[in-house]
């Protein structure tokens, strides 16, 4: 007897849901069985093939070389699935469906939250969840569709498309420049009242580049905060020397409300690049899909991303 004729959908599925899970208690939860009903199918699914699928902790699974394999297997049919079973029910119908969304607090609230007012008045009938955060999610064992992130190197495990560099200025208010004048040299911030957001627990760490050459600056803030908007406010008001996206100031910069210094370098903190990034295997529903062409068609027009994909 083959392996083809031992496997069936539902043991493939089960697989699936248990992986995405992260543990069989959580599967057991999504699917609405008993955990040990969960731990049975599971055994007797390595039983029929003959191999372990998963290696168990106390605490989570993961998948064995073959299961992994048979993951993405199961994938493809689950999404299969959901795909017909979204054209049978949204026949003659509006877009519908729900989008799980992560994005940064400044880049959310600066730059995407027109983008995200736009897509829901073309598509009013999906239902849109945004959470404004700057941890980097795991995609797979949390319940986020697509996350923001800024970084210079994607995980390669993730599709991630670009959406454009983040540009890092080192700014100040012309009065808070007039009266204690702006770094010349990238070493003048080590002394200079910095104004950023960090990492909390770790040292500010700066990469700056000049042409091709890589150069990297240890800071200590006196001011630190994850909410952008309030760190503009912090710079505005004369308190020190922001290093801040250019979109968190750009429209200051521009009615000459607040200077820049260091323009020939090329700054850093999170990383160099803004990706929007998701599960390769995951059910991308046709809302999902239209979301993400439609946000990348929006960076593209902006002039921040490339649409195509990494």
């Not at 073959?66 to 079973?85: F, M, P, T, W």
């Not at 469906?97 to 995407?112: A, E, T």
């Not at 991630?160 to 007039?178: I, L, N, T």
């Not at 006196?222 to 908007?229: A, G």
Request: glycine residues 6%; charged residues 25%; negative net charge.
């Amino acid at each position: 007897m083959t392996i083809e004729t031992i496997l069936d959908v539902n043991g493939l599925i089960l697989l699936v849901e248990i992986l995405d899970a992260g543990n069989l208690s959580e599967a057991a939860r999504r699917l609405k069985m008993s955990r040990a009903n969960v731990s049975y199918h599971l055994s007797q699914l390595e039983k029929a093939v003959g191999l372990q699928l998963v290696r168990r902790t106390t605490r989570r699974v993961e998948p064995t070389e073959i299961g992994l394999k048979l993951y993405e297997h199961g994938r493809s049919i689950q999404n299969a699935l959901v795909a017909a079973q979204e054209s049978v029910s949204t026949l003659g119908q509006r877009l519908q469906g729900r989008v799980r969304l992560s994005v940064p607090s400044g880049y959310g609230q600066l730059v995407m939250s027109e983008w995200l007012i736009a897509f829901k008045r073309e598509y009013p009938d999906i239902v849109l969840e945004v959470m404004f955060e700057n941890r980097v999610e795991d995609l797979m064992r949390d319940e986020v569709d697509i996350a923001v992130r800024v970084m210079s190197e994607p995980p390669q495990s993730l599709v991630a498309r670009d959406m454009g560099p983040v540009r890092y200025v080192a700014c100040a208010s012309p009065a808070y420049a007039a009266q204690h004048g702006m770094p010349t040299q990238l070493e003048g911030l080590r002394i200079a009242p910095v104004i950023t957001a960090t990492v909390v627990g770790r040292q500010t760490r700066v990469a700056a580049y000049l042409d091709d050459e890589r150069h990297e600056v240890l800071l200590e803030p006196t001011l630190i905060s994850e909410n952008f908007l309030f760190l503009r406010d912090a710079i505005l008001a004369g308190l020190g020397v922001g290093l801040v996206p250019d979109y968190v100031v750009i429209e200051d910069m521009r009615r000459g409300d607040i200077v820049t210094a260091l323009d020939e370098w090329r700054l850093s903190i999170f990383g160099t690049n803004m990706y929007m990034l998701y599960m390769p295997n995951r059910n991308h529903t046709r809302a999902t899909m239209a979301f993400i062409d439609f946000v990348l068609d929006q960076a593209h027009q902006a002039g921040r991303g490339r649409v195509s994909t990494r």
